[in-house]
């Protein structure tokens, strides 16, 4: 399982609630598969570390304000 938001090729795999066909053959997968740590690393950082999400905030909190 997972957020289809947060969850890429590079990162891991949706599975579908309920799936359990498709949970066993997603495990199997990804026990198989060469995960480039790094890139998933680069990535997390670069989509949620905590300068980018407070630079969203920022950027929403003015937006907001200049709104009213």
Known sequence: GGIKEL????NGILVPMKDSDFLSKAV???ASKKWD???IRTDAINRF???NV??????LYKNLLESK
């Open 49 to 51: 570390g905590h300068l």
């Open 7 to 10: 969850l890429n090729d590079t």
């Open 37 to 39: 740590r790094d890139l």
């Open 54 to 59: 407070g630079k969203d905030h920022i950027e």
């Open 28 to 30: 199997e997968i990804a």
